[in-house]
């Protein structure tokens, strides 16, 4: 005795070996042994073979029109053989049974399992639906082998170039050009990004790693919403001072300016104006979500975006000739720089020139001279005060070189870099950030004695976090220390301006202790600021591949970082070099450069010997 069954989903044949009442044990096809629940059975039979049952079903089933046995079997419940007796018009032989079984469960569209054996006639409209979705899916895979072909002979099908942000930075896994783009790579035997870049879909790899960051960071674009007249600013009056600002040659948000004057009894009142956007962009206005949104101004290689939209930025920008709003702290000193009494104040402050940092002399760190240029003696005035400040810190600078990325994009069709050295705690440098320092701890300090909340910068194991509570910045060896110097492209620095003209207006605070917005604010702009901060240094990293590639760079000089990391000499490019031996840190080594990947932002290193 055989019998057809059903096991785990899969139709059967075996010969009977033992049958119990509730179970049998059968040998398959295979050979295996099965122990088989009686339900299980489907048809018992004594010929033909199993193996021969099998086949001949399975040929007479693809014979079946599913088609025609749901045009014929009604809507009630039924059970395969029943049907096949209808369908042979006789008893059907033990394979035509077994094949109307194979057939009914090969077309779950038309028919629905309702049992072991059992069926009923899917509803009309669903197959219809099914049949459609069936059509659909041809569709889809002619598309697809479509998409795939073009591809493989290096041409970006129609439409895909509308496609290629998602292909590139966020790939849709049920979209067909995804699904095309695998099948392309798979027979290529490649990956998506060097295939679409081999199908002129990544023309200049600047805008492949620009263009991934404004996908994440900016997936409504960088376009500012339209903006009315802002309000007026309210009367201020009009500082006794000729200031200037110090910046790059390429800065337009001049936040800062400084000035110097002398006082009837003999000392030296130095100025260090801030603009004051914050004296008409309010809490919750269209231009306060604007910048809320932004949080702040991105940096990168021979490109920014601006927190604030360009007209805005204008009316504010400490710019030669305009006298701006600007919230200013005036210090008192001694000529030889000793702070005696300081006092904040808003008014309108007349900007006399804005000095480049790259055409100041820095004669001003040494004794005056008749040939010192314009400005000299104010800046000796500012050098004075910045030592007496770093003095009183206790914490000098550590002598460090930055870079400056100066990108030509006239040069070449993508571009030309220049990485020019920044030294950290030249005299220039060193006047400018401890005044910086020396302003946003002063401010600090007021929103504390007012006991008004802000946005500090704190630092009390290593590591420098946001909070809204004045704690030390042991870095900087003072007691508080807030962002409130640039206002035109921190968010951070703007809200800690609305605190500072409250106290000054002896207001209530824009945000009162405990208020969940500034909360909100201290998290999504360290967040913000980090994600911003690290696209700069994917950028820089970038240029500093492009600079290799540009002077034809074979070999280097660099130093041993740890292991195998190394930092090259003259750019701020850091790789590991795979073969180099075990090494001290500090080691100067020579270093050969060899395949440069500008879409992957990889170099190949290798070490040659020690410098």
Known sequence: MHVFFEDDGAFKAGTVLADNDTSLQVEAISGKRLKLKAANVLLRFSGPAPSILLADAQAIAAGIDPDFLWEVCGEAEFGFAELAGEYFGRAPAPSEAAALALRLHASPM?????????????????????RAGVERKRREMEEVAAYAAELQAHRLPPGFREKLP???????????????????????????????AACGAIP??????????????????????????LPTAPDLPLAAVRAFSIDDATTTEID???????????NLEIGIHIAAPALVIARGSPLDAIARARLSTVYM????????????????????????????????????????RQSTRAERVPIAANLRLDAISECFASDASVSDPE????????????????ESRG?????????????????????RVAIVPRPRGSPLDKLVAELMIHVNSSWGKVLVDAGVPGLYRTQQVGKVRMSTKPEPHQGLGVAQYLWASSPLRRYSDLVNQRQLLAVLDGGAAVYAEGDAELFAI??????????????????????????????????????????NLVRFDGIPLYVRVPDMPALTPGTRVRLGVGQIDLLAATVEARFIGAA
């Open 256 to 266: 800062d300016a400084f000035s110097v004057r002398s006082l009837a009894n003999g």
């Open 395 to 415: 914490k000098a600078d550590v002598t460090r070189v930055d870079y400056n990325f100066l990108v030509d994009w006239d040069a070449s069709p993508d571009g």
């Open 522 to 563: 201290m998290a999504d702009f360290e967040l913000t600021y980090s994600q911003y901060a690290e696209l700069q240094g994917q950028m820089e990293h970038y240029w500093c591949l492009r600079w290799l590639q540009q002077e034809n760079i074979a070999e280097s000089e660099a130093t041993v970082v740890r292991d």
């Open 301 to 340: 290689p021979g490109r920014k975006i601006t927190m604030l939209p360009e007209t805005v930025i204008g009316r504010f920008t400490l710019a030669a000739n305009s006298a701006p709003a600007a919230l200013s702290l005036y210090v008192e000193t001694t000529h030889d720089g000793v702070v005696v």
């Open 204 to 229: 200049s790899t600047h805008d492949y790693h620009f263009n991934r960051f404004l996908f994440d960071a900016f997936p409504r674009g960088t376009d500012f919403p339209r903006i009315d007249d």
């Open 166 to 196: 998602m292909l590139l930075y966020k790939p849709d896994k049920l979209a067909l050009e995804t699904r095309a783009l695998a099948v392309a790579c798979e027979a290529a035997r490649t990956h998506p990004l060097a295939l679409l």
């Open 110 to 130: 038309h028919f629905y399992k309702k049992g072991k054996g059992r069926y009923k006639a899917a509803p009309a409209e669903a197959l219809q639906a099914a």
């Open 375 to 390: 400005w000299s003696d104010e800046l000796r005035a500012l050098w004075r005060l910045a030592r007496r400040l770093e």
